[in-house]
T-cell receptor
């Protein structure tokens, strides 16, 4: 299994600002995944982040709104840009190991 | 893309009751997992079960990949079982996990 740490765990932000979420894994992994969970909803995959290449975004998500960095095999960041109240969600970082998916504790974001 | 539907969407049980949660998926999968999201939002891995049957205490799961479904059984439910249960599948030919619609469970004392 993998141990995944996310920061911040929660934050309250003002409309129009940006926030960067950090994800640190205790082992080297090829792919890292970012998910969003809107209130009362299931988890939706935002993008897959591979070290050394551009992130691959799912339909409905764009790089200008959710830029992702992946500088090495244990770390990634997700930025939520120009936030609106609709961006209030839990953002989760995950990694796959042996076919199994592991999650950090998530970052709960509230936009006012 | 693959569709993952869970049923029932909501379930209320008295403590001590048993229940079965179902996950149907529309295409072949490489991997399948069950998660429990507790009321504080934390996702807990319950089972990694691409096929066959597994048991862990009061919980067990069965996946019949050829028929494109998985079942999660909860026996002698406790109030701490409350929360949302998700199945997630990795469709064949992809490396991405797609989450189901979820079952919201409330266990009453």
């Amino acid at each position: 299994s993998a141990v995944i740490s996310q920061k911040p765990s929660r934050d309250i932000c003002q409309r129009g600002t940006s926030l960067t979420i950090q994800c640190q894994v205790d082992s080297q992994v090829t792919m890292m995944f970012w998910y969003r969970q809107q209130p009362g909803q299931s988890l939706t995959l935002i993008a897959t982040a591979n070290q050394g290449s551009e992130a691959t975004y799912e339909s409905g998500f764009v790089i200008d709104k959710f830029p992702i960095s992946r500088p090495n095999l244990t770390f990634s960041t997700l930025t939520v840009s120009n936030m609106s109240p609709e961006d209030s969600s839990i953002y989760l970082c995950s990694v796959s190991g042996g076919g199994e998916l592991f999650f950090g504790e998530g970052s709960r974001l509230t936009v006012l | 893309g693959i569709q993952v539907e869970q049923s029932p969407p909501d379930l209320i049980l008295q403590e001590g009751a048993n229940s079965t949660l179902r996950c149907n998926f529309s295409d072949s999968v490489n991997n399948l997992q069950w998660f429990h999201q507790n009321p504080w939002g934390q996702l807990i891995n319950l089972f990694y079960i691409p096929s066959g049957t597994k048991q862990n205490g009061r919980l067990s799961a069965t996946t019949v990949a050829t028929e494109r479904y998985s079942l999660l059984y909860i026996s002698s439910s406790q109030t701490t079982d409350s929360g949302v249960y998700f199945c997630a599948v990795e469709a064949s030919g992809t490396y991405k996990y797609i989450f189901g619609t979820g079952t919201r469970l409330k266990v009453l004392a």
